[in-house]
């Protein structure tokens, strides 16, 4: 069964600094993989979906790369700002069973001003 | 505007007391899933779709039923609610693609309460 972890747990950081989060997963054989930001009491909203066959996305300062045999995957935020304050969950889609979701349990990331 | 609704957004009810939470999505997406979301045990798949009139369970299955009669609707079914489906519920949609599923897009969330 597919396992995703989230490292670290929680991750505080002042402003400006770049930063990376962390996402590992147990099965190689995935369709995609997605990172996506929770805020408080809100759903979620996706950030970035890196195919399989594909090594990063990027959407402006976010950068999400992709080590499908390491079974890795990292979210790059550049300059980070207070308003990224949130909770950010990668996701992998499997092959086995086909498309079926496994999220990891989040990185809960603080911004100081 | 695209977008997932769900309904109802809050909702306390008593062990045994059959429910339908809703969802609903416009931007014609042949996939459809739910996912329930607990403290320290992340998102889990309840049930998922890839079209109408099919249905897959994913992680955590027990207690739930699904329907997908038509493509835009997928609601999820408490027959016999229990203290332990006490959760925060999110229904998310997709587009399915050569390559799996495109990006989710997720409704805004359902917190159920059974005492």
């Known amino acids: 069964k597919q396992e995703v972890t989230q490292i670290p747990a929680a991750l505080s950081v002042p402003e400006g600094e770049n930063l990376v989060l962390n996402c590992s997963f147990t099965?190689?054989?995935?369709?995609?993989l997605q990172w996506f930001r929770q805020d408080p009491g809100k759903g979620l909203t996706s950030l970035l979906l890196?195919?399989?066959?594909?090594r990063e996305q990027t959407s402006g300062r976010l950068n999400a790369s992709l080590d499908k045999s390491s079974g890795r995957s990292t979210l790059y935020i550049a300059a980070s700002q207070p308003g990224d304050s949130a909770t950010y969950l990668c996701?992998?889609?499997?092959?086995?069973?086909?498309?079926?979701?496994?999220f990891g349990t989040g990185t809960s990331l603080t911004v100081i001003p | 505007e695209a977008q997932v609704t769900q309904n109802p957004r809050y909702l306390i009810t008593v062990t045994g007391k059959k429910l339908t939470v809703t969802c609903s999505q416009n931007?014609?997406?042949?996939?459809m899933s739910w996912y329930r979301q607990d403290p320290g045990l992340g998102l889990r798949q309840i049930y998922y779709?890839?079209?109408?009139?099919?249905?897959d369970k994913g992680d955590v299955p027990e207690g739930y039923k699904v329907s997908r009669k038509e493509k835009r609707n997928f609601p999820l079914i408490l027959e016999s609610p229990s203290p332990n489906q006490t959760s925060l519920y999110f229904c998310?949609?997709?587009?399915?693609?050569?390559?799996?599923?495109?990006?989710?897009?997720f409704g805004p969330g359902t917190r159920l309460t059974v005492l």
């Open positions: 998310a949609s997709s587009s399915l693609g050569v390559g799996g599923t495109d990006t989710q897009y």
């Open positions: 099965d190689s054989a995935i369709y995609n």
């Open positions: 890196i195919q399989s066959s594909q």
């Open positions: 996701a992998v889609s499997s092959h086995s069973p086909v498309n079926q979701f496994y």
């Open positions: 931007m014609n997406h042949e996939y």
């Open positions: 779709s890839m079209n109408v009139e099919v249905t």
